[in-house]
């Protein structure tokens, strides 16, 4: 028998089947917490429990689970997040009462003032420190949170992630109170400009703003530049 003719009598409906799903943790930084935007589900199962924007894959539009990532946090935001990364796959047989399910999650960064989100009773962002009221979310969500919120703090211990939770233009004292409140601990102000620097991501825009006695200037992300990752952990 060829491939061709292996595919033609190939019956999907002969083979278990599971379900699949993409789920992302998009995280911002507002009013001096990092939040995260959850959703009310309306329909069940967990009907009435909060969880991550996501859903089932298009297989008619959706060329990989990537673009179905994207396409969910749109529905939600009216906007592409800046960064998205794939996070892990989560599965087992009893995590979604409809049956054997898996699902590929990634984590994306945007700044709040780049959303357009609508907020509703149903769709909110919520602050990590108050998600213990809104428990318990959907399915296994609240891990998924977890491992998503590890992985933002260790990444931003060695590369410079965190600026794409910053407006297009933003001054290094809200670069450094962005740092704290994604790693939730003191950051030291020389080491992590001298960071900033080195890393040739950034440039002037020749505008200051006042803050306080002093104006700061205004930085801006270089065209197509790529993010940089350092060998050491920020001190």
């Known amino acids: 028998m060829t491939e061709e003719e292996f595919l033609k009598s190939y019956k999907p409906n002969d083979y278990p089947s599971l379900l699949l799903t993409v789920d992302s943790v998009l995280f911002t930084v507002e009013n001096q917490s990092l939040k995260i935007l959850l959703l009310k ?44 990364e794939q996070l892990q796959t989560f599965s087992s047989a009893d995590r979604d009462p409809r049956g054997w399910s898996a699902t590929v999650t990634y984590f994306a960064l945007i700044a709040h003032q780049e959303t357009e989100t609508r907020l509703t009773n149903d769709t909110q962002w919520v602050a990590l420190d108050n998600l ?74 020749g505008k200051t703003v006042a803050t306080g006695a002093r104006a700061a200037v205004l930085y801006r992300l270089k065209t197509d530049v790529e993010l940089i990752n350092f060998e050491r952990n920020l001190g």
């Open 41 to 84: 589900r309306a329909n069940h199962p967990s009907k009435g429990l909060w969880s991550l924007p996501g859903g089932f894959i298009d297989t008619e539009n959706d060329a990989t689970t990537e673009e179905t990532a994207l396409r969910k946090i749109r529905e939600k935001t009216k906007v592409t997040p800046p960064y998205l």
């Open 132 to 205: 213990s009221t809104l428990q318990p979310l959907a399915f296994d969500h609240q891990q998924i949170i977890k491992v998503a919120l590890k992985r933002l703090r260790q990444k931003s211990l060695y590369s410079m992630l965190p600026i794409f939770c910053l407006p297009k233009e933003f001054t290094l004292g809200e670069y450094h109170q962005l740092m704290e409140i994604i790693l939730n601990k003191m950051i030291q102000k020389k080491s992590l400009y001298r960071r900033f620097k080195a890393s040739e991501m950034f440039e002037e825009t």
